[in-house]
T-cell receptor, first 118, second 119 residues
Framework: AQTVTQSQPEMSVQEAETVTLSCTYD???????LFWYKQPPSRQMILVIR??????QNATENRFSVNFQKAAKSFSLKISDSQLGDAAMYFC???????????????FGKGTKLSVKP | GAVVSQHPSWVICKSGTSVKIECRSL??????MFWYRQFPKQSLMLMAT?????????EQGVEKDKFLINHASLTLSTLTVTSAHPEDSSFYIC???????????????FGPGTRLTVT
């Protein structure tokens, strides 16, 4: 079974600085997807960034980028120029493609609570 | 972007009663919907996966007779908590997956969640 591990329960960053959140996963599959979700106090899950395992290039979305190391099964999230609105819980998630007997459901890590100091 | 709604956003019920939570995909068709449960300061725990027109698949440890899931159409799934007890108090989140175009995209969108309090 696939597992997702986030080893940092809490992180803190100064406004305008850069922070990296760690995530490792375990799978025997070669085709899969990885995600970072943000959950602010409203508790609405917001997709931050997505990475397809077959793509070697790291995904980027504005101030958010990932360091995807497939062999090491590592998927870290870098937030540049941190803003107060970035404060939230961040969940790393893994998903198999929804075929071949898989429902394609998301498997979440335990989350990292990010605080942003003004 | 795709929108998933949940109703109600917050419900308080008495122990022993049943409560129904609706999850709707507003602008896309969802063949698959997922129901999660989240306790305070914890991660999302998958309860069940429902496919339109068929029975839901429950995760190990989730009582199917207590958490009834119906996915009657491509835009609506319901979760009914039967004979609710205080330990069922939690935050319930649904997620709907787009049908996908030619098998390329299977985006999953989340509802805003429902806070259930059982007194």
């Amino acid at each position: 079974a696939q597992t997702v591990t986030q080893s940092q329960p809490e992180m803190s960053v100064q406004e305008a600085e850069t922070v990296t959140l760690s995530c490792t996963y375990d799978t025997s599959e070669s085709d899969y997807y990885l995600f970072w979700y943000k959950q602010p106090p409203s508790r609405q899950m917001i997709l931050v960034i997505r990475q397809e395992a077959y793509k070697q290039q790291n995904a980027t979305e504005n101030r958010f980028s990932v360091n995807f190391q497939k062999a090491a099964k590592s998927f870290s999230l870098k937030i540049s120029d941190s803003q107060l609105g970035d404060a939230a819980m961040y969940f790393c998630a893994y998903r198999n493609p929804p075929y071949g007997g898989s429902q394609g459901n998301l498997i979440f890590g335990k989350g990292t609570k990010l605080s942003v100091k003004p | 972007g795709a929108v998933v709604s949940q109703h109600p956003s917050w419900v308080i019920c008495k122990s022993g009663t049943s409560v129904k939570i609706e999850c709707r995909s507003l602008d896309f068709q969802a063949t698959t919907m997922f129901w999660y449960r989240q306790f305070p300061k914890q991660s999302l725990m998958l309860m069940a996966t429902s496919n339109e027109g068929s029975k839901a698949t429950y995760e190990q440890g989730v009582e199917k007779d207590k958490f009834l899931i119906n996915h009657a159409s491509l835009t609506l799934s319901t979760l009914t908590v039967t004979s609710a007890h205080p330990e069922d108090s939690s935050f319930y989140i649904c997620s709907a997956r787009d049908r996908g175009l030619a098998g390329i995209s299977y985006e999953q969108y989340f509802g805003p969640g429902t806070r259930l309090t059982v007194t």
